[in-house]
């Protein structure tokens, strides 16, 4: 089985810098479609990033110009890099990938959730 596991959560303080890892283990083909999604208490989870084909990067408004997500290929981890961190990011993050296994099979998955707190 493939799996996506997250790090790299915690308390910052606001204007800080959080850089999220995504790890992807299993017999891996290719990873594509990455995104990165959070949800807050009594809200629904909200897409934060998503990467198309490799290059075309969508960010929701609440966080364009001060996240960015990318790939590592050669080590099959995502991050997304945080940074002008505010009170309003504090959530839940998951990353989500599609991977295609060597089996030539199409998974759509998940990360286990990480814990974001921007607090002085």
């Known amino acids: 089985q493939v799996q996506l596991v997250e790090s790299g959560g915690g308390l910052v303080q606001p204007g800080g810098s959080l850089r999220l890892s995504c790890a992807a283990s299993g017999s891996i083909f290719s990873i594509d479609n990455i995104g990165w999604y959070r949800q807050a208490p009594g809200k629904e989870r909200e897409r934060v990033a998503k990467?198309?084909?490799?290059?075309?990067?969508n960010y929701a408004d609440s966080v364009k110009g001060r996240f960015t997500i990318s790939i590592d290929n050669a080590k099959n981890t995502m991050y997304l890099q945080m940074n002008s961190l505010k009170p309003e990011d504090t959530a839940v993050y998951y990353c989500?990938?599609?991977?295609?296994?060597?089996?030539?099979?199409?998974?759509?998955?998940w990360g286990q959730g990480t814990q974001v707190t921007v607090s002085s």
């Open positions: 990467m198309f084909s490799g290059i075309r990067v």
């Open positions: 989500n990938a599609l991977i295609t296994t060597l089996q030539a099979i199409q998974d759509d998955v």
